[in-house]
């Protein structure tokens, strides 16, 4: 069997954090299995059947930032290419007596949900509509409503073995029936998504945990369009928290993808963190996709919702680099303004950065110009005085600053920071034993010579 699992956004915004994290195990479950020997298939499915709201920028956007994750995709449709097999779909439910039309107001229906919880009961729709006679449907059709259609859920369980929360059981008579069609014609998700799940022959589906309500029903709609149930595999994340424990679409906005890439986030850091909030695996960084795929486990997701701190997501940024090898780099030096970065400078200051802009200051301070601090003018005169004749060894560093602090007295900050300041214009950073050879002789003695 080949597994065949999607992802599918709706191109109704740009892709944050929360909808990165569906399309990333989706994929990493498919490439574990590609990466075992078995034939495997991710799909990327456009549900843009709200024609109103879903945009092309939005669609382009979102391919664009699977493809900085990584995420690849084999194969892609969109639902608003599909109207006429949901259009078939619906006459075989029609035909099958599972779907039927609705002539409720959004205001009766409401009245109707108030009325059952004023009297203690579950919300649920009372089928009011299949009592209606054909004259009655005539007559609201006269006055120009238009049905919505909803589909007839069996009064049984519905039962899976879901991947992450285990044994799963609902019963269709505690279910409200769904509405498939709006009135205006507009095709709903639940209707849609199982159709292309079947045309597609998709074999997991894994989302948030906010689709198991959602899953019971359409397992009922598997079964009325063709499609055995036991032949899907269902699994259903915790939905992740903001870190104080509030819902995280509060300000999913600042979590676009679009926004960290700005922010100089890799693309690596989000996957190498999205990949185990929530599970029981250590959080880690790897260079690449395939290792997090290696070591990727269904069974470790835990059903308690995680927590996402973007000060972990920027811890695990700068630890990203400290695994970089200087090939990943080299491209994009150019446009970094630090193209005469060598192999032996990254492998010094990788794992002293936050994120890659910080290079353009690194060219500076090793082959052009830094502001000069001339606030310890006189300390920096006496150091230059001391400065050893070349060449210069990873031992020059000790052998200097013990000159200079015979001659000072200082000793500990007071002793190295100014050097360091003046040396490299940055408060912390490598150590300076390496720096001070790769800066050269001739910057050295220039930064010392300050004027006070």
Avoid at 4 to 17: D, E, K, Q, Y
Wanted: glycine share 6%; aromatic share 8%.
């Amino acid at each position: 069997m080949t597994i065949r699992v999607r992802f599918a956004p709706s191109p109704t915004g740009l892709l944050h954090i929360g909808n990165a994290r569906a399309a990333l195990i989706n994929w990493l479950f498919m490439r574990q299995h590609q990466l075992n020997g078995q034939e495997a298939h991710f799909l990327l499915r456009q549900d843009d059947t709200d024609l109103e709201r879903s945009k092309e920028e939005f669609a382009s956007a979102i391919k664009q930032d699977l493809a900085w994750l990584g995420v690849t995709h084999d194969s892609f449709i969109k639902q608003s290419d599909r109207f006429a097999r949901y259009d078939e779909m619906k006459l075989t439910l029609i035909e099958e007596g599972r779907l039927y039309p609705c002539y409720e107001t959004p205001e009766e229906l409401d009245f109707k949900r108030k009325r059952q919880m004023g009297r203690g009961e579950p919300p649920i729709y009372d089928r009011g509509a299949l009592k209606l006679t054909e004259a009655e449907k005539a007559a609201f059709e006269a006055e120009g409503r238009r049905p919505h259609w909803r589909f007839k859920l069996l009064p049984e369980e519905i039962t899976w073995q879901d991947l992450i929360r285990g044994d799963t059981t609902f019963h269709g008579a505690h279910l409200s029936d769904p509405v498939l069609i709006r009135a205006d014609g507009a095709y709903l998700y639940t209707l849609t998504s199982v159709v292309d799940d079947i045309d597609t022959q998709i074999t997991h589906i894994l989302r948030g945990e906010d689709h198991v309500t959602n899953t019971a029903v359409q397992i009922q709609l598997f079964e009325a369009l063709g499609r055995r149930a036991e032949t899907i595999h269902f699994g259903h994340t915790s939905l992740l928290l903001d870190v104080d424990g509030s819902p995280l679409s509060k300000r999913l906005g600042s979590l676009s993808l679009q926004s960290l890439r700005a922010q100089g986030i890799e693309p690596m850091a989000i996957n190498c963190l999205l990949a185990r909030l929530g599970t029981s695996q250590p959080i880690e960084p790897h260079y690449n996709l395939d290792d997090l795929a290696r070591g990727f486990d269904l069974g470790t997701f835990s059903r308690t919702p995680p927590r996402f701190d973007m000060q972990d997501l920027e811890a695990l940024n700068h630890k990203i680099y400290q695994v970089w090898p200087y090939e990943a780099l080299v491209s994009r030096l150019k446009d970094l303004e630090a193209a005469d970065i060598t192999e032996t400078i990254w492998h010094q200051i990788r794992g002293n950065i936050k994120n890659l802009t910080e290079l353009a200051h690194w060219q500076q301070v090793f082959f052009s110009e830094i502001a000069p601090l001339a606030n310890e003018a006189p300390y920096l005169a006496t150091a230059l005085k001391l400065l050893p004749p070349l060449p210069w060894t990873t031992e020059t560093w000790s052998e200097w600053t013990t000159a200079i602090k015979a001659e000072t007295g200082r000793k500990g900050r007071e002793l190295f920071m100014p050097l360091r300041l003046a040396l490299t214009g940055y408060p912390h950073g490598p150590e300076m034993k390496d720096l001070l050879p790769l800066i050269g002789y001739e910057r050295v003695v220039k930064r010392l010579s300050v004027e006070g």
